[in-house]
């Protein structure tokens, strides 16, 4: 294992290249004191082809992100507090290091390809945060320094999904899964009418255009209520008695059964294609399921399936 602030402390302390070898073979051993070796050489020459040549010193921040940069490339997960290597252990770094660059060239234009296709499907409501953030990825590929910064996103992503990217996702893989996830969000909203959906939406946050919210959490749960009721779903209006007609089914059978029923009863409603749309709303469905236990004893639902009716809007800060 190597500690990732490991590469800065050298450069803090002066110390030579040797020196350097010489206490990591004391302090790491001999298992994967190759690889080890190996990881610090590659380094050593990204930072001499960062300086241009000029110099081998780099600040501590500077050197942190280059090191995080070349794990990045190589697969090497350092979301932790050290660096497992051991993926590593018999291969050619520099060969490793090299075909990462490849792969990262072709998750770039399979990004493109994403983020096109966000674009042109996002849905017809504005909503400032949506426009932004899909303005600003578009500036991502001219940004984006994947030969020493591969790990940073540099863009500004404010709109939230309704199951966000793990944060142990970085630079172009954080950016794919994000466009991948928002185009699923995208295809699922505009198979229903506008005007439903915008009432739906005043209902659940007034400043729906302002606010940094989901367009996808309410307009999937109240065509998952209506689903469950064997409603129209296309008109995403749950009233007040049809809330109460939920809750007494949550009330006897169990609610994460007939949340994944009824999402799969739903995407083939919809014509979905199976696979990550459908795991997508199954999912929306589980994150209903403690709301709805939470709720059961106040002898309705209005609070998670919408009415236009009420005038009552749901949204918190």
């Not at 065509?223 to 089914?249: C, F, H, I, N």
Request: glycine share 6%; hydrophobic share 35%; aromatic share 10%.
């Amino acid at each position: 294992m190597i500690n990732p602030g490991r590469e800065a402390e050298k450069e803090r302390n002066g110390m030579t290249d040797r020196k350097i070898a010489r206490q990591e073979e004391r302090e790491w051993g001999d298992d994967c004191l190759n690889v080890q070796t190996e990881l610090v050489k590659l380094l050593a020459k990204k930072t001499e082809r960062y300086t241009g040549g000029e110099s081998s010193s780099v600040p501590m921040e500077t050197a942190q992100k280059l090191l995080y940069s070349v794990c990045f490339t190589l697969g090497v997960d350092f979301s932790g507090s050290s660096l497992d290597l051991d993926r590593l252990d018999g291969k050619n770094l520099t060969r490793e290091y090299a075909q990462g660059l490849s792969r990262i060239e072709e998750k770039i234009q399979w990004g493109k390809d994403l983020w096109e296709t966000a674009r042109l499907t996002a849905p017809a409501i504005e909503n400032i945060s949506l426009r932004d953030t899909l303005e600003s990825i578009g500036g991502f590929w001219k940004r984006y320094d994947y030969t020493y910064f591969a790990h940073e996103i540099p863009c500004d992503i404010d709109y939230q999904l309704c199951h966000p990217v793990p944060e142990t996702q970085f630079g172009i893989d954080y950016i794919n899964q994000y466009l991948s996830r928002l185009i699923i969000e995208n295809d699922f909203i505009r198979r229903f009418p506008l005007a439903q959906e915008l009432g739906l939406l005043e209902q659940y946050c007034p400043d729906y255009r302002g606010l940094l919210i989901n367009l996808y959490e309410p307009i999937a749960t109240n065509a998952l209520g209506l689903t469950l009721l064997a409603e129209d779903v296309y008109q995403l209006d749950v009233s007040p008695w049809q809330a109460r007609k939920l809750w007494s089914m949550f009330s006897s059978l169990s609610q994460k059964d007939l949340l994944r029923k009824g999402a799969e009863t739903l995407c083939s409603q919809l014509q979905l294609a199976p696979g990550a749309s459908w795991d997508y709303l199954k999912d929306l469905g589980a994150n209903l399921a403690p709301r709805i236990d939470a709720l059961l004893e106040t002898g309705t639902l209005e609070g998670v399936f919408l009415s236009f009716g009420v005038n009552r809007n749901f949204f918190t800060f």
